[in-house]
């Protein structure tokens, strides 16, 4: 299988006010096409940071990522914009709706940079945001919507393009359980049929167990990792991994 | 294309962008009325230049030299015999030339601009020398009798409020210097040099201003308009102390004084202009500052950095034009009913609408450039700093 994303010895330091903060401390990771991948760790670890370098949003500080065997760094700033638009959806952790446009037009406004036809646009959309339970918002402000109602729709927007890596960071962070389940069992889907590649951070393991595979994350490094492919109890699995992110 | 957001961001902070608009307006307006100004001024001085075709008019030699004769110049001062002798040159059309006097009777209101109300004095059956080829609106374009006078449609105007404020016309009387002349043609449209005239026989105008044996110009008509340089040679050779302009004389005095009007004109117009510009940068410029988030999610959604721009040039254009819509009627309000002497008409402002187009455009370009390129580099990166 072809690898969509690999990181090779990233890291990622932050200086602020002299003090250097070191967000990702050389990680080395492997994403397959149609792979769904959890990232788990506690806050601060730097799940966040590693899916904006991934998301090629931020710059590392020192390693490469690639995206199809394409070094990130090598690419110019209209090449890292197109792979934003056409082939990357990125669901972030705090929301980043656009205020100004109402629930239609921020999923829609995306599909423009992924260069779809007016037609197709508004099918589509409307099509994505009854998947994600919005069809009787379409016509709100951001401002109007509760917190889960946000995140569905940056849930909608992120797979706009049909994109085939999917980053998600927190992606049911705000949910209920039901629709929760709802928008996981979306990514699930995505991937089983579409082939479409998910990474997930989260720290919700529930959530984490509908991955393929679960990283754990530790103050910028991976600290172990688990396949759930095939796996009967995952339950097990999963709370052996929840005590390396513990220990 | 982001025109949509462009026009959502404007929409966002209404009374800032009313202001905006407000300002952009009154500049434009200001704009439109400089532009109204001279293009009236230029359309006047051609027309008087175009009125001379074929003719030649001598007046005493101005003082400077510097060929700015004014035509209508009352300071110029000539013996009638000389004015005689002038006009028996050979070459030229006798019932077509006269001996001439100018007296303003109002002033004008700006500099090189005729007279507000020019009294004329021309000898009667040569009336063809000052009034050839125009037409009259109504009566006759001849003076019979001593106390007859032909009137301009302005200095018509002008005489409306010694009428009861009654429109005159022919048959109508008016006090010229104590005496009483009988209105019998009123000139069609014309150029202000004579739309303002008061025409009236010569020696009426020399007994009423009491310029007696003198006159101020003589306007030679030439028979065969291809000798007009032969015949002002000859005058030049026969006479001193004269100056002497053709046509094309005043198309070159005309056009030194239009140079150095359009040069000032248009620094006053460019400052106006940049006004504008400025006003509209300052707006755009702080709402890329606030929207550096919105951006920043933009970019890192997939805008590419072309429809960021497109997105910001769009709000400076959008603002520009809507201040040149509400300009316009301003503009043509007081065109119309506040300077109609001075501006023309409605329809020579409409005449350039393109450029008016052109010019709401080119402020909303100008006014984007900075903050678009402030807009267009913001990093992907800041859609995630701010909470
Ligand atoms: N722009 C920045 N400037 C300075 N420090 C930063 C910046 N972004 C992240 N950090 C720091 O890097 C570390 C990792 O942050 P990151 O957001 O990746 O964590 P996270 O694992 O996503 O946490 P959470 O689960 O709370 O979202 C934190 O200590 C954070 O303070
Ligand atoms: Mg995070």
């Known amino acids: 299988m072809n690898m969509i994303v690999e990181t090779k010895n990233v890291t990622k330091t932050f200086g602020m006010n002299g003090i250097a903060v070191e967000a990702v401390r050389g990680i080395d990771l492997q994403v397959r096409e149609g792979e769904f991948v959890a990232i788990v760790g506690p806050s601060g670890s730097g799940k966040s940071s590693l899916l904006h370098l991934i998301g090629a949003m931020d710059h590392p500080t020192s390693g490469e990522v690639f995206f199809r065997e394409r070094p990130l760094s090598r690419m110019n700033d209209g090449a890292r914009t197109d792979l934003r638009a056409r082939e990357i959806g990125f669901i972030f952790q705090t929301f980043n709706l656009l205020p100004m446009l109402n629930v239609f037009e921020n999923v829609e406004v995306v599909m423009r940079f992924g260069g779809l036809a007016k037609r197709e646009r508004i099918q589509r959309t409307e099509s994505l945001l009854k998947t994600v339970g919005l069809a009787e918002r379409m016509r709100h402000l951001p401002n109007r919507l509760s917190g889960g109602e946000r995140q569905r729709v940056a849930v909608a927007r992120a797979l706009a393009n049909q994109p085939a890596l999917v980053l998600a960071d927190e992606p049911t962070g705000n949910l209920d359980s039901t629709t929760g389940t709802g928008i996981l069992e979306l990514l699930r889907e995505i991937c089983n049929s579409r082939k479409q590649t998910v990474i997930m951070v989260t720290h919700d393991f529930r959530a984490a167990s509908y991955a393929d595979r679960v990283l754990v994350l530790r103050d910028g490094r991976i600290r172990g990792e688990a396949g759930l492919k095939g796996v009967t109890d995952t339950h097990k699995t999963l709370n052996q991994l929840l005590e390396l992110e513990l220990e | ?387």
């Open chain 2, 1 to 387: 294309m982001l025109l949509d957001l462009a026009w959502k961001n404007i929409w966002r902070r209404k009374l800032r962008s009313l202001l905006t608009i407000l300002g952009v307006a009154s500049a434009v307006q200001l704009y439109l009325m400089v532009h109204g100004v001279m293009g009236t001024y230029t359309g006047e001085i051609n027309g008087q230049v175009n009125a001379f075709a074929g003719r030649i008019v001598i007046q005493q030699q101005v003082e400077s030299g510097g060929g700015k004769s004014d035509l209508t110049s009352s300071t110029s001062s000539l013996m009638e015999e000389t004015a005689e002798a002038l006009l028996a040159t050979g070459g030229i059309d006798r019932a077509a030339s006269s001996a001439l006097l100018f007296v303003p009777i109002a002033r004008a209101l700006m500099p090189y601009i005729p007279p507000a109300v020019v009294a004329v004095g021309l000898e009667p059956g040569h009336e063809a020398a000052y009034l050839g080829g125009l037409k009259a609106a109504s009566g006759r374009l001849t003076l019979e009798e001593p106390d007859e006078v032909i009137l301009g449609q302005g200095a018509a105007e002008y005489y409306r409020s010694e009428n009861n404020g009654d429109p005159v016309g022919i048959r109508s009387t008016i006090p010229v210097g104590g005496r009483t002349l009988k209105v019998v043609g009123i000139l069609g449209d014309a150029p202000q040099l004579f739309a303002n005239a008061v025409i009236m026989p010569l020696p009426t105008a020399q007994a009423i201003f009491d310029r007696p044996g003198t006159v101020t110009s003589v306007i030679l008509t030439v028979q065969n308009t291809g000798a007009v340089e032969t015949v002002k040679s000859s005058i030049q050779a026969g006479f001193s102390g004269l100056t002497v302009s053709t046509q094309d004389d005043m198309l070159r005095s005309a056009s030194s004084i239009l140079d150095a009007m359009n040069s000032f004109m248009s620094i006053i117009e460019t400052s106006i202009l940049t006004v504008a510009v400025i006003v509209v940068m300052i707006v755009v410029i702080v709402s890329v500052m606030e929207a550096r988030r919105e951006i920043g999610t933009l970019r890192a959604v997939g805008a590419a950095r072309w429809r960021i721009f497109t997105m910001v040039a769009g709000q400076s254009i959008v603002l520009s034009m809507m201040g040149t819509l509400v300009a316009l009627p301003i503009a043509l309000f007081f065109v119309q009913w506040g300077m109609s002497d001075y501006l023309s008409s409605v329809t020579g402002v409409l005449q350039v609408w393109w450029q008016i187009l052109v010019t709401a455009v080119g402020v909303g370009l100008a006014a984007s450039i900075l903050p678009a390129w402030q807009a267009v580099r913001v990093d992907p990166l800041e859609s995630l700093r701010y909470e």
